[in-house]
């Protein structure tokens, strides 16, 4: 794994260079255990790694719409040792049902960061020596009516669960040896959850599929997510954490073949268009930071297949 960053920017003038190469192992290993004809018990374990994002490492103003972030040269690669159980069963062609227990251990987690200024503007470190990730997934796909024939006509329901907990600790001089004493500091807590990860994700779909003669069908796809409140930004100075509020999407998909060449398709996006909140968390109590709604989008779509 190789990354070389040079820049020279307003932040300095002079320029420099930062770079990291390191030979990575990573090992695999998946096994299946076929308990009976519809059921399977899996077992797997890997080791990966996590490669910072060009704009992460870059030593230039990042402008976004409500906000400032600052790459920091100094980041590098965290390494993640990976384990899962999954059982599963297929009580029907095209149905499954499924529960898995997952882990994994992270050396040098890497976290968005709120720098110690005026303005508030964010950057992304090593935060500690280690942190680790536990949970659990449940899955469920079901044949609500499906007519066997020449002619698909069936109406199918799933839903995808997961709850984890993450940990780490946070290393304040950790941050500051490596930085070189440029990214100093003074961080709220001594250990926190992973910046970017929901504890509780939930997704749920509904797909109806019909053909009729001549090369003509449609699908349509009714669709559900769902995320609970996720850190965004670790706090400094006493001020609290950045945290990004739970909340809901849901999408409406339609595709329809009018003959063998041409086709329609319908979309309509983030349709219940809940407001995104992102608040800082003191003991006083939660402070607005951001807060806006997106909108719904509608699209219409004429293909023709030649």
Known sequence: VQQIVDWRTQLDAGGGTNAFDRNEFLPSVILKYILNEKQNLRFGASKTYTLPQFKERALFIYEDVTEIKIGNPNLYPSQNYNVDIKWEMFPKSEELISFTAFGKYILDPINEIVMASSTNDITWVNIGDNGYVV??????????????????????????????????????????????????????????????????????????????????????????????????????????????????ALDFILKTKLNKNLGLDFTARNILNPEFKRVQENASGDLPAVTYKRGAFFGLGLSYQF
């Open 135 to 248: 949970g659990g997934e449940f899955e469920i796909r079901k044949n609500l009516f499906k007519i066997e024939g020449d002619l698909v006509n069936k109406l199918t329901a799933g839903m995808n669960v997961s709850y984890m907990k993450t940990h780490q600790k946070i290393d304040a001089e950790k941050i500051r040896e490596e930085t070189k004493g440029r990214i100093n500091t003074n961080l709220t807590d001594a250990e926190s959850s992973f910046t970017g990860g929901s504890d509780l994700l939930i997704k749920a779909d509904i797909f109806y599929s019909r053909d009729w003669k001549n090369d003509k069908g449609m699908t349509a796809t009714l669709a559900y997510s769902h995320y609970s409140d996720r850190l965004y930004a670790l706090g400094v100075e006493q001020q609290g954490n950045l945290v990004d509020k739970g909340m809901g």
